[in-house]
């Protein structure tokens, strides 16, 4: 069985959640299997590899999952985005929409240096507006969006066309 069909059989979709008419998308069950995991940071490693990356930035918190081990598989440096006030040093932040509300996200000042490549990484693209505001914080540190890396896209939300306006390198395993 190939990885996309696995992927799809071991996520499990919880209705209304958080809200109601929300088909939520749950990876954990993914990260009871072991060699399952290690095959998805391996096929990420495999894309991206060929890339020209200084770092990953990883949005809280399940982009840390994958996109913590896909640092390490390529050596280069993690940076976690975080909800606002989770950070102990300098921060820069971006408040932004939700399909379901608002948040506010925040990177430390320091953790990029200027013309850095940095990959952003996230579980699930729906509407982009997370992956947007990491975008974002990128560019006000004076990095460079190199691409965007999802295990999961809900291709009905086109999230990917408004990501298209920071970078066209958008790699998702598998779309709903």
């Known amino acids: ?5 696995r992927i799809t059989e071991t996520i499990r ?3 209304d959640f958080p809200k109601p008419g929300i088909m939520f998308k749950d990876i954990t069950p993914l990260l009871k299997d072991v060699e399952l995991s290690k095959e998805i ?3 990420f490693a495999e894309y991206w590899d060929s890339h020209e990356l200084d770092a990953i930035v990883g949005i809280e918190s399940r982009g840390f999952i ?4 896909l640092a390490q598989q ?3 440096p993690f940076i ?8 102990p040093a300098e921060t820069l932040a971006f408040k932004y929409d939700l399909e379901y509300g608002s948040a506010e996200v925040e990177i430390h000042k320091d953790a990029i240096l200027k013309g ?5 990484h996230d579980d699930l693209l729906a509407t982009g507006g997370t992956a947007i505001a990491a975008a974002e914080l990128v560019k006000m540190s004076g990095g460079v969006v190199a691409g965007f890396s999802f295990l999961v896209e809900l291709g009905f939300l086109n999230g990917n066309e408004v990501l298209r306006n920071y970078n066209t390198n958008i790699h998702s395993l598998i779309t709903y």
Do not use: E
């Not at 976690?80 to 950070?87: E, H, M, Y």
């Not at 850095?116 to 952003?120: E, G, N, S, Y």
């Open 41 to 43: 940071t391996q096929v």
């Open 66 to 69: 994958w996109g913590n081990s």
């Open 13 to 15: 979709t919880v209705p």
């Open 74 to 76: 390529l050596g280069i």
């Open 116 to 120: 850095q490549r940095i990959l952003i």
């Open 80 to 87: 976690p985005i975080r909800k606002k006030g989770k950070l």
């Open 1 to 5: 069985m190939n990885l996309q069909k």
